[in-house]
């Protein structure tokens, strides 16, 4: 089954900076999405681009997509000390039936 | 419009017990699927449940098994509970297919001893 592997592992940075985090994935798909997870709890659905999408804003969060580099981006603007989390791609499995994550970037946001 | 509920939030179980956890789906939501995540990692999918069917599985041993009930709840069961099993297991509703984002609920805290 294909799956997401974001990129980098781990990312810190200062409030007010902006992060960008990457994701690549190995065939095709629908659809790709990206969740927040603070720590311990569940994941937050942040937004979803369908692959004939290339970028999708929503408040502060921009996600890209380039299909042809299999690859998409999430970058978050004018960070906050509440952005702190893990950060996980999902990408739509073989079968087209399931969500498949990657291991996730580890966001600190420092004040 | 409730969310995501499971049950219990964290449970301590003995090595080769088994165990059922709960979940609630988000209201108009046909869809179930469920995840474990060990810790430091990201989430691995189990299986998917819609409309009272299993609608696809993980790679996951068959001593993990679940239900859908007519209201869209359900359950994950693990039989023979393994020390490697101890994991936050998350449970995701959504509307019928992956069309859509899932809704998570905050999890279950399993620790096998």
């Known amino acids: 089954s294909q799956q997401g592997e974001e990129d980098p592992q781990a990312l810190s940075i200062q409030e007010g900076e902006n992060a960008t985090m990457n994701c690549s994935y190995k065939?095709?798909?629908?659809?790709l999405q990206w969740y927040r997870q603070n720590s311990g709890r569940g994941l937050v659905h942040l937004i979803l681009?369908?692959?004939?999408?290339r970028e999708k804003h929503s408040g502060r969060l921009r996600v890209t997509l380039d299909t042809s580099k299999k690859s998409s981006s999430l970058l978050i603007t004018a960070s906050r000390a509440a952005d702190t989390a893990s950060y996980f791609c999902?990408?739509?499995?073989?079968?087209?039936?399931?969500?498949?994550f990657g291991p996730g970037t580890r966001l600190s946001v420092l004040p | 419009e409730t969310g995501v509920t499971q049950s219990p939030t964290h449970l301590i179980k003995t090595r080769g017990q088994q165990v059922t956890l709960r979940c609630s789906s988000q209201?108009?939501?046909?869809?179930v699927s469920w995840y474990q995540q060990a810790l430091g990692q990201g989430p691995q999918f189990i299986f998917q449940y819609y409309r009272e069917e299993e609608n696809g599985r993980g790679n996951f041993p068959p001593r993990f098994s679940g239900l859908q009930f007519p209201n869209y709840s359900s359950e994950l069961n693990v039989n023979a509970l393994e020390l490697d099993d101890s994991a936050l297991y998350l449970c995701?509703?959504?509307?019928?297919?992956?069309?859509?984002?899932?809704?998570f609920g905050s999890g279950t805290r399993l620790t096998v001893v």
């Open positions: 065939t095709s798909i629908n659809n």
């Open positions: 995701a509703s959504s509307p019928a297919g992956n069309h859509y984002g899932y809704t």
């Open positions: 999902a990408t739509d499995d073989d079968y087209g039936q399931n969500f498949v």
């Open positions: 681009i369908r692959s004939n999408e």
């Open positions: 209201s108009g939501h046909n869809t």
